[in-house]
């Protein structure tokens, strides 16, 4: 047999014992996606209990992991200074579920304006100094106001933005979902 050949089996038998991965990724992100439309407050705050004990966990390996590679690595210390900003966030979260269910959605609503200024500002920058060399710049310097002035009214309306952005999150999860548990069966398909 060739390589080619024993390499396309051995993908094969690797679908064929992982293809309900994707299958159980999908149902549980379109479940979350209709318990987001349905009922946002109480999975938001689902969310914001998980988040927490995963940064609580991740915080302490963090800090196992720095201390183990203490003598061998000089940049331990952002390790362990991770852990204990991951650990404090946690913290924070699974005491105060509700508040954090509320900040998550501002926060990213936030980081998103944010974000959308500072693309636009530099697809502007980009389109001036990249004129000589492309046509059409005039594009990205509109896509770039455009952006820009998207980001400012996300920072002026975050509760509206967030609001719009768990709609948005929720929709993409059941599209998505549904899309993961079609791949798994066509998955599996392939594989026999």
């Known amino acids: 047999m060739s390589e080619l050949t024993l390499a396309a089996d051995a993908m094969r038998r690797a679908i064929r014992k992982t ?24 999975t938001l705050i689902t969310i914001a209990l998980f988040l927490g004990a995963f940064w609580f966990v991740g915080g ?10 203490r003598s061998e690595d000089r940049g331990w210390f952002w390790p362990l200074l991770a852990g204990i900003i991951s650990i404090i966030a946690g913290l924070l ?6 508040a954090g269910a509320i900040i998550l959605p501002f926060t990213l ?3 998103i304006g944010a974000g959308a200024i500072v693309s636009g500002i530099f697809n502007i920058i980009w389109a001036i100094r990249a004129r000589n060399e492309i046509q059409g710049e005039i594009w990205l ?3 770039g106001v455009i952006s820009i002035l998207l980001g400012i009214y996300v920072l002026a309306n975050p509760g509206a933005s ?12 059941i599209v ?17």
């Open 93 to 98: 979260l699974l005491s105060q579920p509700i």
């Open 141 to 143: 310097i509109l896509w």
């Open 60 to 69: 302490i390996f963090d800090i196992i992991g720095a201390f183990t590679r």
């Open 109 to 111: 609503a936030i980081l």
């Open 19 to 42: 293809w309900w991965v994707p299958l159980i990724q999908g149902i549980a992100s379109v479940i979350i996606g209709v318990l987001l439309l349905t009922n946002p407050a109480t």
């Open 162 to 173: 967030a609001i719009a952005l768990v709609l948005v999150i929720a929709i993409l999860a």
């Open 176 to 192: 998505g979902g549904i899309a993961m548990v079609i791949s798994a069966f066509r998955l599996r398909s392939a594989a026999r």
